[in-house]
């Protein structure tokens, strides 16, 4: 995997988000303050063309740290800063070389969870973000640790995200606003672990065509 491979991840995103927009924007409704959505596809189009502008010779690592720079200039809320630090700090996991395996894409991931956990201060059961990329990181560990391909790695890494996106329903939320709603943010999925599926999705759905 390469730089190519971050640009085709990051495209991936953008499609999926936007098509989903107002679905997310639904679910924030609930729960938000409705803007999920509109923040999340402003924030991944602006990332589109910042990797389209990008000099020939940057490595996947600096994409990244690119890509997470864009999302906390652009995206309103806390998903911007959120995914912005995560997507920087897996940038700098890949450090400057200009390929990546497996396992660096796990490390990079894995750093990524580190960096949300860290500014949030989330933790699962929260009901945030990291109900969803938390069990995805460590499905990845774990496939690629027992030698499973990348691409049934991603598509499981992909499905725990969901399943952890699912479990976000009956949680009563701690973290965000919607946690000033109590016991009224119960039965609502959060936008920010959908947000987060749809992430991993793409990514499954880059290294299956690269493959």
């Not at 010779?57 to 740290?65: C, V």
């Not at 999302?71 to 995560?86: E, H, I, Y």
């Not at 496939?143 to 598509?155: H, Q």
Request: proline share 4%; with cysteine; hydrophobic share 40%.
């Amino acid at each position: 995997m390469n730089t190519e491979t971050v640009t085709r991840w990051m495209h991936a995103c953008a499609e999926s988000i936007s098509e989903q927009r107002d679905y997310l924007t639904q679910l924030d409704a609930a729960i938000g303050d409705a803007d999920h959505g509109a923040n999340m596809t402003r924030g991944f189009t602006a990332v589109e063309a910042k990797l389209d502008g990008l000099e020939d010779g940057t490595t996947p690592g600096r994409a990244l740290i690119q890509a997470g720079s864009t999302l906390v200039s652009t995206v309103g809320g806390a998903s911007g800063p959120l995914w912005g630090s995560g997507m920087r700090r897996a940038g700098r996991a890949l450090g400057d070389a200009e390929t990546f395996e497996a396992p660096d894409l796990v490390s990079a991931l894995d750093a990524a969870l580190n960096g949300i956990v860290e500014l949030g201060a989330a933790e699962p059961g929260d009901k945030t973000i990291v109900d969803a990329l938390a069990p995805a990181v460590a499905t990845l560990r774990e496939r690629v640790d027992a030698g499973t391909p990348l691409p049934e790695a991603v598509a499981d890494a992909r499905a725990a995200a969901e399943e952890g996106m699912r479990a976000t329903i009956p949680m009563q939320a701690r973290k965000g606003r919607a946690s000033y709603l109590g016991e009224r943010s119960v039965g609502h999925q959060d936008p920010g672990a959908t947000s987060t599926a749809l992430i991993l999705a793409a990514l499954e759905r880059t290294v299956a065509e690269e493959s």
